[in-house]
């Protein structure tokens, strides 16, 4: 069963191997769980600064409804699906990013699947 902490370990192993990418964990209702250093670097803020700030607070306004539509395609679809967006800086500079979107399941005890959150 994978929860909330054994995803964002999983957050840690991929930033460890990938230093220079800024990865990130959200819950479903959009705000950062967790984020790694890098983020810093990539986009202004600390650690700290990501966490609880919902997803939209980073995309460019324009970028907000294919943002929206890609999350909802790879939730009804349980699928990880790439896509293009302009990401808002702390200092509000405008920084093109591809960004992968996808969500983990996990089975309750009932037998159903949900998602982590």
């Known amino acids: 069963m994978r929860t909330q902490s054994t995803v964002i370990d999983s957050a840690h192993d991929i930033a460890r191997k990938n230093p220079n ?3 990130a964990v ?3 209702k959009g705000d950062c769980a967790w984020a790694s250093p890098s ?3 990539v986009l202004g803020y600390s650690q700290e600064e990501m966490v609880g700030r919902n ?3 980073l995309v460019a306004p324009e970028d907000h409804y294919n943002a929206g539509q890609v999350g909802i395609d790879a939730f009804l679809n349980g699928a990880s699906l790439e ?3 302009q990401a808002m800086t ?3 500079e405008v920084l093109p990013m591809r960004t992968p979107v996808g969500f983990r399941l996990r089975q309750d005890r009932s037998g159903d ?3 982590d959150r």
């Open 113 to 115: 699947c949900v998602h």
């Open 55 to 57: 997803w939209s607070d």
């Open 39 to 41: 983020v810093e670097a």
């Open 21 to 23: 990418d800024l990865v």
């Open 90 to 92: 702390k200092a509000g």
């Open 26 to 28: 959200y819950s479903m």
């Open 83 to 85: 896509f293009r967006i």
